[in-house]
């Protein structure tokens, strides 16, 4: 069997308490465990909300000197996490969520997606995203899915329902 899932990413970080609190106030993640490993001023690990991992982030202090990633800009490096939640309400309140924070960097439409973008504390970007469930893609989701648009929550909601679950992975039904 191969690889099927990716179980947690881990981040190195400016102010290990800020970004925590960033984490669990904002996206509701729960910290579950906490060392300090050899040459690091702090570490913390989170789970998300509804997850059954036993850890979805880890975070390692480096210090308030450390510079901003320059990944994409000067150097290769990871562009952004991606995560799921079940509903588009969810993904509404979320929206919410980052935009008091100050944290809300872009919607997107990607016709069999919806996603927000988020940065943290470090500058670090992440996704939410709602897939549209296998049994309710269409050829218009799956046509949109070659360009990007603009993502109207309003409209979305209409269209699914507030309540319907997202699909899994890649929109396949539970």
């Known amino acids: 069997m191969g690889i099927f899932r990716l179980n ?6 400016r102010n290990l308490a800020e970004t925590v609190a960033f984490y669990e106030g904002v996206l509701g993640f729960r910290r579950i465990d906490e060392m300090t ?51 588009l309400e969810t993904l509404e309140a979320t929206a919410e969520k980052l935009a008091a924070a100050g944290a ?4 997107s439409d990607h016709g069999t997606t919806k996603s927000l973008y988020g940065k943290d504390p470090n500058g670090i970007e992440f996704e939410i995203v709602w897939l549209i469930p296998a049994d309710l893609l269409d050829d218009t989701a799956r ?13 979305e909601k209409k269209r699914y329902g507030a309540d319907t679950r997202g699909g899994v992975g890649i929109s396949v039904p539970v």
């Open 8 to 13: 947690h990413a881990v981040l190195y970080v």
């Open 37 to 87: 490993p050899d040459g690091f001023a702090g570490a913390a690990f989170l789970r998300a909300p509804d997850s059954t991992n036993d850890h979805d982030l880890g975070l390692f202090e480096i210090g308030p000197a450390a510079g901003a990633s320059l990944a994409g800009q000067q150097t290769v490096g990871l562009y952004h996490l991606a995560w799921e939640v079940d509903t």
């Open 143 to 155: 046509e949109a899915r070659k360009r990007m648009s603009p993502l109207d929550l309003s409209k």
């Open 104 to 107: 809300l960097a872009g919607a």
